[in-house]
């Protein structure tokens, strides 16, 4: 079965750090690429930042809102993807999910979501 | 980016009935869209991808079609587990862009 499972959200003041986890299980990790959508509350869904694979040598690709203060990461060993969040915002308040993209006849899709991890922006 | 817009926002129906949902690209995607359905407090659970190619496990009530910049989703017989947010998505070029969501309820 697969199985995503983020953790380390929470309350960080404006201008903090905080760094999401999400542990991968029940598929081979080191196949997939990785990407992080997040939630505004109440709001739709935005795709936050992506890693590709191996194979495309870990690629990132990042929202134009979160450039240069976002980035994704991932271990292989440990079945693993990251998301140091820098110089946050209140506006980057929302629920943040990791989710595996797959490729199905050349097209992309996520096909299986975390159940989410909240992060806080306030003073 | 390329923007994505749903029709109708909300949706009001009853158990049964058949419902579509359209969404529409700003520019050309190809068949490059997934659907995705979110009930309050989870995470979105895929339903189609490439337009119209139902994701494993997903019931046959559902279907998508649609090509370049207009597509549908259908819901051909309304069960109560159908009542949730639904989005579509472009996976055409980077960012893949969201729309803003169908809210479908119970009459």
């Known amino acids: 079965e697969v199985q995503l499972v983020e953790s380390g959200g929470g309350l960080v003041q404006p201008g903090g750090s905080l760094r999401l986890s999400c542990a991968a299980s029940?598929?081979?990790?080191?196949?997939?690429?990785m990407d992080w959508v997040r939630q505004a509350p109440g709001r739709g869904l935005e795709c936050v930042g992506r890693?590709?694979?191996?194979?495309?040598?870990?690629?990132?690709?990042?929202a134009a809102s979160v450039k240069g203060r976002f980035t994704v990461s991932r271990d292989d060993s440990k079945n693993s993807v990251y998301l140091q969040m820098d110089s946050l915002k209140t506006e980057d308040t929302a629920v943040y999910f990791c989710?595996?993209?797959?490729f199905g006849g050349g097209y992309y899709y996520f096909d299986y979501w975390g159940q989410g991890a909240l992060v806080t922006v306030s003073s | 980016d390329i923007q994505m817009t749903q029709s109708p926002s909300s949706l009001s129906a009853s158990l049964g009935d058949r419902v579509t949902i359209t969404c529409r690209a700003s520019?050309?995607?190809?068949?490059?869209l997934n659907w995705y359905q979110q009930r309050p407090g989870k995470a979105p659970k895929l339903l189609i991808y490439?337009?119209?190619t139902l994701h494993s496990g997903v019931p046959s009530r559902f279907s998508g079609s649609g090509s370049e910049t207009d597509f549908t989703l259908t819901v051909s017989s309304l069960q109560p587990e159908d009542f949730a947010t639904y989005y579509c998505?472009?996976?055409?070029?980077?960012?893949?862009?969201f729309g803003p969501g169908t809210n479908l309820e119970i009459k």
């Open positions: 490439a337009a119209s």
């Open positions: 029940g598929f081979i990790f080191s196949d997939h690429y």
């Open positions: 989710a595996r993209g797959s």
């Open positions: 998505q472009q996976s055409y070029s980077n960012p893949h862009t």
């Open positions: 520019q050309t995607i190809g068949t490059s």
């Open positions: 890693i590709r694979n191996k194979a495309k040598s870990y690629t990132t690709e990042y």
